[in-house]
C-alpha cells in the first residue's frame, strides 16, 4: 500500500474490516499489512473497524440495528474502549446520505439509552454529510501527502 497504492489507503483499511467481518477474531491480529513508511499507518487503521461496522450493520441489520447488538471490545491498537465506538461509526456510514429523521427504532448512538429520540447516523437537513460542499467541476483536487 505505498508508492501508486498510498492514495487508495483508506479505502483500503474499509476493505480490510470487510474482510475481517468475515474472519474469525483470532485473525484480526495479523490482518494489516506492515505498513512501515505509510504516513496514515496506524492512526488510520480505524478505518477497518469502521468497514468492520459498516459490513456487519448493512448486511444483517436486524441484529445489529433493530437488536441493538454490540461487539465485544477488541484491542485494536491497543485501545479496546474505543472498538465499539469506531463500529459504531462504520454503522452510522450505512445510513449518513439519508435526509429522513431518524427513526425511534433505530439503535441510538453510543452512550445514550435504547429510549432516546436522538437523531442518529448524521440524518436529517443538519447533517455534515448533507451540508457537504462539493468540489466544483474542473477544480484541482487537494495535494495529497507529501506535496
Known amino acids: 500500500m505505498l508508492g501508486p497504492a498510498l492514495p487508495h489507503t483508506f479505502l483500503s483499511y474499509i476493505g480490510i474490516g470487510f474482510a475481517m467481518s468475515r474472519l474469525p477474531r483470532p485473525l484480526w491480529r ?6 512501515e513508511g505509510n504516513p496514515y499507518h496506524p492512526t488510520m487503521s480505524w478505518l477497518a473497524v469502521d468497514g468492520y461496522g459498516f459490513d456487519l450493520a448493512y448486511f444483517d441489520a436486524t441484529r445489529w440495528i433493530d437488536q441493538r447488538r454490540t461487539p465485544e ?3 485494536w491498537e491497543g485501545a479496546p474502549h474505543y472498538f465499539p465506538r469506531a463500529f459504531d461509526q462504520g454503522w452510522g456510514g450505512r445510513c449518513g446520505s439519508s435526509t429522513e429523521p431518524a427513526t425511534t427504532g ?5 452512550g445514550a439509552s435504547p429510549a432516546s429520540d436522538a437523531p ?8 455534515p454529510r448533507s451540508s457537504r460542499a ?4 474542473g477544480a484541482p483536487r487537494a495535494p495529497g501527502p507529501g506535496g
Not at 495479523?30 to 505498513?35: G, I
Not at 433505530?106 to 453510543?110: E, K, T
Open 73 to 75: 471490545p477488541y484491542p
Open 106 to 110: 433505530s439503535r441510538p448512538p453510543s
Open 120 to 127: 442518529i447516523c448524521g440524518a436529517g437537513s443538519d447533517s
Open 30 to 35: 495479523n490482518v494489516l499489512p506492515d505498513l
Open 134 to 137: 462539493e468540489r466544483p467541476r
